[in-house]
């Protein structure tokens, strides 16, 4: 079966613009989550959407943001880059909302910001 | 909070040797322990899981135990092969009173594995 989709692959955007980042999850995954790797601060949560709710949220400004939908799709947003939002975006689905469940991760966007 | 410390890397072998790659976590409650890999230019793949004290995770020649009296989680493989150069993350799932189950993940160890 397919895995988790994530698009664009490679992103080069200007300061102060903004981006939006798509993941398509496992088909029957319903838990999409989002994090932030660096090399400096390693993987950091950013969201987590449940059917269509964000039922999480990590420790990150309101630029920001996302949503899921009907069919579990998600979207990320990030408005006024900043040079340091660089870093590789990585999407994960899971089939349920349960510490059993591993994830299974997209490859990533890898946005850069000049 | 919950959190997981892994030895720093990079860890670098020669093919065929023994590994371990040590993690030890806290959590507030009874957490589920995973293992990751990720592949140059890739996303994280689940390795490997346990799910209670004393479980063993395996896969593709890796093997973790869940020793909750050191809460520890170490992932050892007896030979390794160049393939296996990836970074390696432990992470932790908790299911705290309210269905918080989002995973924490450690700093990831490189390891680097020579022909």
């Known amino acids: 079966k397919a895995g988790v989709t994530q698009t664009p692959r490679y992103l080069i955007k200007t300061r102060g613009q903004q981006v939006t980042l798509s993941c398509s999850p496992i088909s029957g995954h319903r838990s999409v989550s989002w994090y932030q790797q660096t090399p400096g601060q390693g993987l950091q949560f950013l969201f987590e959407?449940?059917?269509?709710?964000?039922?999480n949220k990590g420790n990150f400004p309101g630029r920001f943001s996302g949503r899921q939908f009907s069919n579990s799709r998600s979207e990320m947003n990030v408005s006024t880059l900043e040079l340091g939002d660089s870093a590789l975006y990585l999407c994960?689905?899971?089939?349920?909302?349960?510490?059993?469940?591993?994830?299974?991760f997209g490859s990533g966007t890898r946005l850069t910001v000049v | 909070g919950d959190s997981v410390t892994q030895m720093e890397g990079p860890v670098t072998l020669s093919e065929e040797a023994f590994l371990t790659i040590n993690c030890t976590y806290t959590?507030?409650?009874?957490?589920?322990l995973f293992w990751y890999v990720q592949y140059p230019g890739e996303g994280l793949q689940l390795l490997l899981k346990a799910t209670k004290a004393d479980d063993k995770g395996s896969n593709k020649g890796f093997e973790a135990t869940y020793r909750k009296e050191t809460t520890s989680f170490h992932l050892e493989k007896g030979s390794v092969q160049v393939s296996d150069s990836a970074v390696y993350f432990c992470?932790?799932?908790?299911?705290?009173?309210?269905?918080?189950?989002?995973?924490?993940f450690g700093r990831g160890t490189s390891l680097i594995v020579h022909p």
């Open positions: 992470a932790l799932s908790d299911n705290l009173s309210g269905g918080s189950y989002i995973p924490t």
């Open positions: 994960a689905s899971s089939l349920g909302r349960d510490s059993n469940y591993g994830y299974t």
């Open positions: 959407y449940f059917s269509e709710t964000q039922r």
């Open positions: 959590a507030t409650g009874y957490p589920s």
